[in-house]
């Protein structure tokens, strides 16, 4: 099975779902952003029935993302911008009346040059918060897709260090905040003081530690 996200300039909004295929199901769905970028997802399945994307996406898929290919200019930083808080950010929202869009992905998977393009892609598309997952040994915590991600990631090298070097160099560009997922692990290791440093420098503006004791 295969997940894409296949990301084109457009000028309109639409949402259509289709299923054709004669070996396999094939389940699509396009969202339009306006001016901005179409995202595809599609998912292939080996049986005849009908499958929703969404439902889809809980077992092992593949991600590719890919950005539309218009000559631009790098990236400049406005000096003295910076994104909003995400307390910031979910008020603001709630005060419109709306849902946030939040999409998770994993440092490094997979490469760390691939998450900073997606960040930026995702920023682009009108992410409210970006939520990045720090691949960890033993992500206990997390389904079989994420676990596959974080063990691709690691495998292919990806450090704390090499990726808060990359957000540093992102997050300047970015206009929604992005949280940081990381397991207690790592962060007892580095020492909270100096890891929350870090990633603070880095422009990670939250942290979710899901294994943290309460009590």
């Known amino acids: 099975m295969a997940f894409a996200l296949e990301a084109s300039a457009s ?3 639409s949402a259509a779902l289709s299923q054709p295929g004669r070996h396999g199901a094939v389940a699509a769905a396009m969202v339009t952003v306006p001016r901005r970028f179409t995202v595809r997802a599609v998912a292939a399945a080996t049986s005849g029935a009908s499958i929703d994307p969404a439902v889809a996406m809980s077992t092992p898929v593949r991600l590719v993302v890919t950005a539309p290919r218009v000559p631009s200019a790098a990236p400049v930083p406005v000096a003295g911008r910076r994104a909003l808080s995400v307390a910031q950010t979910l008020s603001k ?3 419109e009346g709306k849902t946030a869009f939040i999409p998770y992905i994993t ?5 760390l040059e691939t998450t900073a393009e997606a960040l930026r892609l995702l920023d682009a598309c009108g992410a409210d918060v ?5 691949p960890f040994s033993d992500p206990y ?3 079989p897709i994420i676990q596959a991600s974080a063990a691709r990631a690691l495998a292919g090298g990806t450090t704390i260090d090499a990726v808060l070097f990359m957000l540093k160099e992102v997050t300047p560009e970015l206009t929604c905040p992005v949280v940081l997922f990381s397991y207690l692990g790592p962060i007892v290791r580095r020492g ?4 929350t440093a870090a990633v603070k420098e880095a422009g990670v503006r939250g942290l979710i530690v899901p294994d943290l004791p309460l009590c």
């Open 107 to 111: 440092a490094g998977d997979p490469d």
């Open 11 to 13: 000028q309109s909004s």
């Open 93 to 95: 929202i709630k005060e």
């Open 141 to 143: 915590a997390d389904g």
């Open 192 to 195: 909270a003081a100096n890891f």
């Open 130 to 134: 970006i939520e990045l997952g720090m």
